[in-house]
């Protein structure tokens, strides 16, 4: 007990609590502010899309900057909304197209930004519309054809269904077969099917495929503002005459087309640092995919089924941050955590630094006021001749510490006042001494 009391207010005591206090502060803010993992993993689409190569470019461009990008082809968006909402798949982020996912079963999923057109190309052949003057133009016009509306599992299958049906053609009203855009193209050629939805960019390699092929055209959307009005996702984009492909003249003049945004999803615990990383490396990637969109356009935060990532939508406005535009990445990450943890303690410690004086004179109240609880109790004895020599020892005691007590020249009053009173009991004894004897 009387160990304790001694070292409570011993400044060593006091010096090692407060390191031992901010460490555990450090500590808790350095795991409530976690770096980003230097590893995560991207769900594409098929290895001949868009999404493919977009993943590849921004492989590379992650890799320059010390974050290893994995990527996980599969069957379209709809394998990739499923994926990313395993917990146990691995997968980080994914390739969204827009107006597929129900929002309402992807609470946790937030967008990182639109970084591409999809246009819907219908593609079809001329002798299977001979009595409409070889041209396809309504949706409507497929009515008894034989279709592909692409395969389980794309965000093909999920739009062309929902444009179909707004189109007044239910299932029974056509030959849907639901096929890869490869096994669809074979069976084209080979008389097997009218037309193909695909939604692709036209910078896809997958897209090449189709207008190598004979005899092949493109669907003018001329409707293209009606549906827009009745699924708010989809834009109207105008495809000039010959973008998909000069050589083969495709399209034979300027078309409508509709197109969804090919979106970049995260889960919404994405570290904040992560999504800078990403954006940047979007830009870049971005300034060589503009066949449709103008200069700038993307990344976008426009057309977008999952809210944006508040960090995403301040980079979009803003660009990156000071730390970021200026240095290597995993400098201003190390700088911004170290900001970060450091700012909060600031905020704590600060006034509790203005509270040291106070705190000081305080714990030096008490120590004296132990002295005089001392002092006190050997006044209450000084009569009693059986507690003399144990006085003595007490007093003696009492003036070796309070000899080796140390204060700022502000607390010598109160020190040289203590000394006096133990001065002052020492003569009460030495004259109760005398008249004994």
């Known amino acids: 007990m009387n160990f304790n009391r001694k070292n409570i207010y011993n400044p060593l005591s006091i010096s090692l609590a407060f390191l031992i206090l901010v460490s555990i502060l450090f500590a808790t803010l350095w795991i409530l502010v976690p770096p980003p993992p230097r590893s995560i993993e991207l769900a594409t689409g098929f290895p001949t899309g868009l999404y493919q190569q977009f993943g590849e470019k921004l492989q590379s461009g992650l890799a320059q900057e010390g974050v290893s990008l994995k990527l996980r082809t599969t069957g379209g968006t709809i394998d990739n909304l499923a994926l990313i909402n395993d917990p146990n798949s691995g997968v980080d982020f994914a390739m969204v197209q827009g107006g597929v996912a129900d929002i309402s079963k992807h609470s946790n999923l937030v967008s990182i930004a639109g970084v591409f057109y999809e246009p819907v190309w219908v593609w079809y052949r001329e002798s299977a519309f001979k009595s409409e003057g070889g041209r396809l133009s309504l949706l409507s016009q497929l009515k008894g054809k034989r279709v592909s509306i692409g395969n389980e599992g794309s965000g093909t299958l999920s739009l062309a269904s929902q444009l179909l049906e707004a189109s007044g053609l239910g299932v029974k009203d056509f030959y849907a077969e639901k096929l890869k855009p490869l096994q669809a193209l074979e069976k084209f050629k080979k008389g097997e099917l009218d037309a193909i939805f695909l939604v692709s960019a036209v910078e896809a390699p997958l897209v090449k495929s189709f207008y190598e092929t004979a005899d092949i055209r493109l669907m003018n959307f001329e409707q293209a503002d009606a549906y827009m009005h009745l699924f708010p996702f989809l834009s109207k984009v105008t495809v000039p005459r010959g973008v998909v492909s000069i050589a083969y003249d495709l399209p034979r003049q300027n078309i409508q087309v509709l197109a969804a945004t090919a979106t970049l999803v995260g889960k919404n615990d994405v570290s904040p640092a992560l999504v800078t990383l990403l954006l940047g490396e979007t830009y870049d990637v971005l300034k060589t995919h503009s066949y449709l969109q103008k200069p700038g356009e993307f990344p976008s935060d426009s057309g977008l089924d999952f809210p944006i990532h508040v960090d995403a939508e301040i980079y979009l406005k803003d660009g990156p941050s000071f730390l970021h535009r200026y240095l290597p990445f995993w400098t ?106």
Do not use: C
């Open 332 to 437: 201003a990450v190390w700088i911004g955590r170290f900001a970060k943890i450091v700012i909060p303690l600031l905020v704590i410690l600060i006034p509790l630094f203005t509270y040291i004086p106070a705190l000081k004179s305080l714990l030096l109240r008490l120590k004296l006021s132990q002295v005089y609880e001392e002092l006190k109790a050997i006044e209450r004895n000084a009569l009693n001749s059986e507690f003399r020599e144990k006085n003595y020892e007490d007093l003696e005691n009492i003036e070796q510490r309070v000899g080796n007590i140390k204060v700022s020249m502000l607390d010598a009053k109160e020190l040289y006042d203590l000394k006096s009173h133990v001065g002052e009991v020492r003569g009460r004894l030495n004259s109760l001494s005398q008249r004994k004897s």
